[in-house]
């Protein structure tokens, strides 16, 4: 059986009271919440605080980025992963759209940040997506298995149980308008086989697929029910605690 994962990401928003305010109201709120994994990813310099403050409770804390770097050095304005897991975080997100889009991240940045999380004892959840124009052309299997295989690439199997996969179809992030269950379900469906083709069946049945773009409360449930969907990465819903809360109790 997959545990589910429901992870908010916070984005930009939020500065440290707010982010705190926010992560305080939502702990009650999700406390009995048990068929799922529930995650924030706040700002870095928020994490810390709500990690201390979220402690021994149901709520883990993800990063939303870290370094290519494995070890400390001179890289100025960057965070290693290690990091990361010593101020509190269990995750951290690797590949959003955005920091491939805005911030030119290529799938061999991502696959170096995805061992970097591993090596710094985080689990990873790697994004992955096509475009609107990607799937128009047909080519979204394509992008999204070339995405799967270079983010993954030298993955040991040990490390397979730290990856989770978040797929995003760029076209339904902050959109508005989320991929239909079915549609999430065949990528997801794809997603598996392509893990199993390049690792073992074994771990694409272990593997958590998340699906993220526009997830609501009011479309959670129906996402929910796809065999292949494992949980969600939650944009803009997940920045009040009680629109998250509901997609988190989605039961
Ligand atoms: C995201 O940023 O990962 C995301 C899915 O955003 P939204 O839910 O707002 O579409």
Not at 17 to 25: D, I, K, Q, R, V
Not at 82 to 88: C, E, N
Not at 117 to 139: F, H
Request: aromatic residues 6%; contains cysteine.
């Amino acid at each position: 059986m997959r545990k589910p994962v429901i992870a908010g990401n916070w984005k930009m928003y939020k500065s440290l009271s707010e982010g705190l305010e926010t992560a305080l109201a939502l702990k009650p709120l999700v406390a009995n919440a048990n068929h799922c994994e529930v995650v924030v990813a706040p700002v870095f310099t928020a994490i810390k605080t709500i990690a201390d403050r979220l402690e021994g409770s149901n709520v883990h804390v993800s990063g939303q980025d870290c370094s290519t770097e494995i070890e400390e050095g001179a890289h100025t304005g960057e965070v290693a992963a290690f990091m990361l897991r010593d101020v509190g975080c269990k995750y951290v997100i690797v590949g959003h759209s955005e920091r491939r889009q805005l911030y030119a991240e290529t799938d061999s940045m991502v696959n170096r940040k995805t061992h970097a999380g591993i090596s710094g004892g985080l689990t990873v959840i790697m994004c992955v997506g096509e475009s609107l124009a990607q799937r128009d052309q047909g080519i979204a299997e394509n992008v999204v298995s070339g995405q799967l295989q270079g983010g993954l690439r030298g993955l040991t199997a040990p490390d397979l149980d730290r990856i989770i996969v978040a797929y995003e179809p760029v076209w339904a992030i902050g959109t508005g308008r989320t991929a239909t269950p079915e549609q999430a379900q065949e990528m997801h469906a794809f997603i598996r086989r392509v893990f199993a083709e390049g690792h073992s069946t074994e771990a694409a049945e272990k593997l958590r697929i998340l699906y993220g773009g526009s997830v609501k409360p009011e479309n959670i449930a129906g996402l929910m029910k796809q065999p292949d969907i494992d949980g969600a990465l939650v944009g803009g819903a997940s920045l009040r605690a009680e629109s998250f809360a509901k997609i988190v109790n989605y039961k």
